[in-house]
C-alpha cells in the first residue's frame, strides 16, 4: 500500500519521546565516549610537567628606611628633603626597567637554563622568560603595591627568581639615589668652595688696596717729618683722631704708618678677617663628608615572606578531568544523535 502524503509527513517528523528512547538506547556508548574523554585527561594532566608560581609583593618604603638619604637635608638646608614617594618612584622605574630585565635574563635566567634548553633563537627565548617572569602594577585598592611573579616547573627556581629580581631593582635603585645624593652634595660642597675662593680673593686685594694707601700717607708723614701723630687737646682731639682716615691718614705718623704697611704685608692669611668664612668653610666640610651608607637605608618594603610553592597552578588534574568528562559526553552524545538519524533514514528507506 502506497505512503499517503500524511503518513509521510509523520514519518519525517521527529518525536521527541523517540529520540530520547533512542538516544537512551545508546547510553553505554555514550558513557563510553565520555570515560575515554576523562581517561584521555587524566592522562595529559598525568604527565604534563606541573607549573609552579612563585610571588612577592613590593611596598613603599618607611620613614625610616630614607633617614640616611635626608642626612643634611632639611627644610631650612640648602637641599631638598627626599620624601618617600621620591624614594619608592625610582625604585619602581627600576623595577620596570628593560635594561634589568635584559641583565637578568643574561646573568640569571639563562645560565639556569640546561644546554639543550639554551639551543635556540635567543628572542623565543626571551619571550618565554617575559610570560614566565612578569610585574604587577598596583590597583585601586592597592595603589602603591607591585608585585614580582615567576612561573617555572622548578618551584625552589620560582621562589629564587622573585627574590632575586626584587633585590636587584632594589640595588639600583639605591645605587641611583645614593649617586644622586651624592652629586647634590658634592655641587653644594663645589658652590661653597667657589663663594670661598672669591672671599679670599676678595680680601686679598682689600689688604693689597691698604697698602697702597698706607704707602702713599707714609711718603706724605715723611716728607714733611710726621713721626707720631699730633697731639692736640680738647674736643678737637677727638674729632682729629677719629678723621685719621682717607686723605688724612698721613697724620698717625711715619712711625704707626710703617708698622701698619709691615704687619699687613707679614700677614699669612686673611682667612681670620672674613667674618663669614669660617661658617662657609663648616659647610664645605660637611658636604665633602656627606656620605649615604647603603646598609641603612632602603628604598621599597617587601610585604609579607617569600614562600616556595608547593602545589602547582597547572595543571589542575581535577578540573581537566571534570572537562574531559563533559566534552567526552558531548561528543559521545553527538555520536549517538549521529547514529540515531542514520537508522532512521535506513528505516525510512
Do not use: H
Request: proline share 5%.
Amino acid at each position: 500500500m502506497a505512503n499517503t502524503p500524511a503518513s509521510t509527513q509523520r514519518t519525517n517528523e521527529i518525536d521527541l519521546f523517540e529520540l530520547v528512547a533512542g538516544l537512551w538506547a545508546q547510553k553505554a556508548l555514550i558513557i563510553s565516549v565520555a570515560l575515554v574523554g576523562a581517561l584521555c585527561a587524566a592522562g595529559y594532566a598525568y604527565f604534563s610537567k606541573p607549573v609552579y608560581e612563585a610571588r612577592v609583593y613590593l611596598q613603599p618604603p618607611t620613614l625610616n628606611g630614607i633617614a640616611d638619604f635626608n642626612y643634611g637635608r632639611t627644610v631650612g638646608a640648602e637641599l631638598t628633603p627626599f620624601k618617600i614617594e621620591d624614594v619608592y618612584e625610582v625604585f619602581t622605574r627600576n623595577l620596570q626597567s628593560e635594561s634589568l630585565r635584559r641583565a637578568f635574563f643574561n646573568e640569571v635566567y639563562l645560565p639556569s637554563l640546561s644546554p639543550s634548553e639554551r639551543i635556540g633563537s635567543q628572542d623565543l627565548l626571551y619571550a618565554d622568560f617575559s610570560k614566565d617572569l612578569s610585574i604587577g602594577l598596583p590597583t585601586k585598592d592597592q595603589p602603591d603595591r607591585y608585585s614580582v611573579t615567576a612561573r617555572g616547573q622548578d618551584p625552589a627556581r620560582a621562589a629564587l627568581y622573585v627574590r632575586d629580581f626584587a633585590a636587584r631593582a632594589g640595588a639600583l635603585a639605591e645605587k641611583e639615589m645614593i649617586s644622586n645624593a651624592t652629586r647634590e652634595a658634592e655641587v653644594r660642597a663645589r658652590n661653597l668652595g667657589q663663594q670661598i675662593t672669591t672671599l679670599q680673593e676678595t680680601e686679598n686685594r682689600i689688604r693689597q688696596d691698604s697698602i697702597s694707601r698706607l704707602s702713599e700717607a707714609l711718603a706724605i708723614a715723611e716728607a714733611i717729618g710726621l713721626q707720631n701723630p699730633p697731639i692736640i687737646s680738647g674736643n678737637l682731639s677727638a674729632e682729629v683722631s677719629a678723621a685719621m682716615d682717607g686723605q688724612l691718614t698721613y697724620m698717625r705718623g711715619s712711625k704707626a704708618l710703617k708698622a701698619e704697611i709691615q704687619n699687613l704685608e707679614a700677614r699669612k692669611s686673611d682667612d681670620p678677617f672674613i667674618r663669614a668664612l669660617r661658617g662657609l668653610q663648616i659647610k664645605q666640610s660637611f658636604y665633602n663628608d656627606l656620605k649615604v651608607n647603603p646598609g641603612t637605608v632602603s628604598v621599597y618594603r617587601q610585604d609579607g615572606p617569600i614562600e616556595q610553592p608547593d602545589s602547582p597552578i597547572k595543571p589542575r588534574k581535577n578540573l581537566m578531568i571534570l572537562l574531559g568528562l563533559l566534552l567526552g559526553g558531548v561528543l559521545g552524545f553527538i555520536i549517538a544523535m549521529i547514529r540515531y538519524f542514520v537508522l532512521i533514514r535506513k528505516n525510512v528507506a
